[in-house]
């Protein structure tokens, strides 16, 4: 899971320096198209004979990905990665602290809100936008990883990331050919969106689908506490993106919370 993390984070980096090049949008759809081009071919996911639940489970990560990713990159142009990251973090949160109904849990819960408070600074400047769309990315990474859970069980090997990365990659073809018509692409960024599609979807796919069949969801989710730390790290030494102080506590506030449910998650497995 940590391989996974850091993987994921050094590729959002990646994908968020061709943004001046490509656009978030642009950004996503390579993504989405070179993450198919990998692990298709090299899973050769079986289509026929799929079940409906098989079918509905895949079309159900299509949506996901889509939602997580184009959320995700459009509130790091907007806020930043550190930033973006940690509120998207509030969805794995999400999963562990409402499938719990231990008061320590909930109280982690509203330290967390806390935490958002103090990193977000609310005022006539806040970017609500931006906001949102983080938010929309935490709602999408909660729902990855309940789906993801149920993939794991329902298909083996890698056959259902690979079987959701290429339905994914067809619905964003005509996104894709549309968006380059107006923003030609360079070998520099497809360079760019490659390697983003490598660290922040390959990598982490095959290694989330396989920690999901070990540890309950709830465990995985809170396990992922080092993901805004890591985002912030990887804004600061790639793009150079640095964060004040009310941003670092929000951080600190959030991750804390993160691990004391994550420490009870570990002891008391669902």
């Given at each position: 899971?940590l391989?996974?993390?850091?993987?994921?984070?050094?590729?959002?980096?990646?994908?968020?320096?061709?943004?001046p090049?490509i656009?978030?949008?642009g950004?996503?759809a390579?993504?989405?198209?070179?993450?198919?081009?990998?692990?298709?071919?090299?899973?050769?996911?079986?289509?026929?004979g799929r079940?409906?639940?098989?079918?509905l489970l895949?079309?159900?990560?299509?949506?996901?990905?889509?939602v997580?990713?184009?959320?995700?990159?459009?509130?790091?142009?907007?806020?930043?990665?550190?930033?973006?990251?940690?509120?998207?973090?509030l969805?794995?949160?999400a999963?562990a602290?409402?499938?719990?109904?231990?008061?320590l849990?909930?109280?982690?819960?509203?330290?967390?809100g806390i935490?958002?408070v103090?990193?977000?600074?609310?005022?006539?400047?806040?970017?609500?936008?931006g906001?949102g769309l983080?938010?929309?990315a935490?709602?999408a990474?909660?729902?990855?990883?309940?789906l993801?859970?149920?993939?794991?069980?329902?298909?083996?090997?890698l056959d259902?990331?690979?079987l959701?990365?290429?339905?994914?990659?067809l619905a964003?073809?005509p996104?894709?050919?549309?968006?380059?018509?107006?923003?030609p692409?360079t070998?520099?960024a497809l360079?760019?969106?490659?390697g983003?599609a490598?660290?922040?979807?390959v990598?982490p796919?095959?290694?989330?689908?396989?920690?999901?069949?070990?540890?309950p969801?709830?465990?995985?989710?809170?396990f992922?506490?080092?993901n805004?730390?890591i985002?912030?790290?990887?804004?600061?030494?790639?793009?150079?993106?640095?964060?004040?102080?009310?941003?670092?506590v929000?951080?600190?506030?959030?991750?804390?919370?993160?691990?004391?449910?994550?420490?009870r998650?570990?002891r008391h497995?669902?």
């Amino acid at each position: 899971m940590l391989v996974s993390t850091v993987s994921g984070q050094s590729g959002a980096a990646l994908g968020a320096s061709a943004f001046p090049l490509i656009g978030p949008v642009g950004v996503v759809a390579l993504r989405q198209l070179v993450t198919a081009a990998v692990l298709v071919p090299a899973v050769r996911p079986r289509v026929r004979g799929r079940s409906r639940t098989q079918w509905l489970l895949a079309l159900g990560l299509v949506a996901v990905f889509s939602v997580m990713n184009l959320s995700l990159y459009l509130a790091v142009e907007r806020l930043g990665l550190g930033l973006a990251v940690t509120i998207e973090f509030l969805g794995p949160l999400a999963v562990a602290i409402l499938g719990s109904r231990r008061r320590l849990d909930l109280a982690c819960a509203v330290l967390a809100g806390i935490g958002v408070v103090v990193l977000t600074n609310p005022g006539p400047t806040t970017d609500v936008t931006g906001i949102g769309l983080a938010l929309a990315a935490a709602a999408a990474w909660a729902g990855y990883i309940l789906l993801n859970r149920a993939v794991g069980q329902q298909f083996s090997g890698l056959d259902g990331p690979a079987l959701a990365s290429g339905l994914t990659a067809l619905a964003w073809l005509p996104v894709a050919a549309w968006w380059f018509t107006q923003h030609p692409l360079t070998w520099h960024a497809l360079a760019l969106a490659a390697g983003c599609a490598l660290l922040a979807s390959v990598v982490p796919y095959a290694f989330d689908v396989l920690a999901l069949r070990r540890v309950p969801a709830p465990v995985f989710g809170t396990f992922a506490s080092v993901n805004p730390v890591i985002a912030a790290l990887m804004g600061w030494l790639v793009l150079h993106q640095s964060l004040d102080v009310n941003e670092w506590v929000g951080i600190a506030l959030i991750v804390a919370s993160n691990a004391v449910v994550s420490a009870r998650g570990l002891r008391h497995p669902h």
